[in-house]
């Protein structure tokens, strides 16, 4: 069976730290661009940052610059979200969902969510004192 599970959410005070790891099970992460999304209550689901398959990354959203980064390690077939100085507005669940054949494993903005081949259960996030 092939999935993907997050781990690493938790509750953290501003400021603080988290790193979420999307592992695969079933399959191989290397042919595949990992999206990141977050879901807040009462609000619509967004891509937050993405890895392409080589390794490439990128933060969709201006308000995480410069405090989330990512990274990824294809022989261990997971990837991370580290997730710095924290905010309340991050609160969320977060999302892992892997991109593959027959898209391109690449990160392009506004990319719809159907073209994402798997999808994890998601991990919640949250920022409070």
């Known amino acids: 069976q092939s999935q993907l599970v997050e781990s690493g959410g938790g509750l953290v005070q501003p400021g603080g730290s988290l790193r979420l790891s999307c592992a695969a099970s079933?399959?191989?992460?290397?042919?595949?661009?990992i999206g990141w999304f977050r879901q807040a209550p009462g609000k619509e689901r967004e891509e937050v940052s993405c890895?392409?398959?080589?390794?490439?990354?990128?933060n969709w959203l201006h308000s995480v610059e410069g405090r989330f980064s990512l990274s990824r390690s294809n022989d261990n077939n997971i990837v991370y979200l580290q997730m710095n100085n924290l905010k309340p507005e991050d609160t969320a669940t977060y999302y892992c969902?892997?991109?593959?054949?027959?898209?391109?494993?690449?990160?392009?903005?506004?990319?719809?969510?159907?073209?994402?081949?798997?999808w994890g259960q998601g991990t919640q996030v949250t920022v409070s004192s």
């Open positions: 969902a892997a991109r593959g054949q027959p898209y391109l494993p690449i990160c392009t903005s506004a990319a719809p969510e159907g073209i994402y081949n798997y």
């Open positions: 079933g399959f191989s992460l290397r042919h595949y661009a």
């Open positions: 890895i392409s398959s080589v390794g490439r990354g990128i």
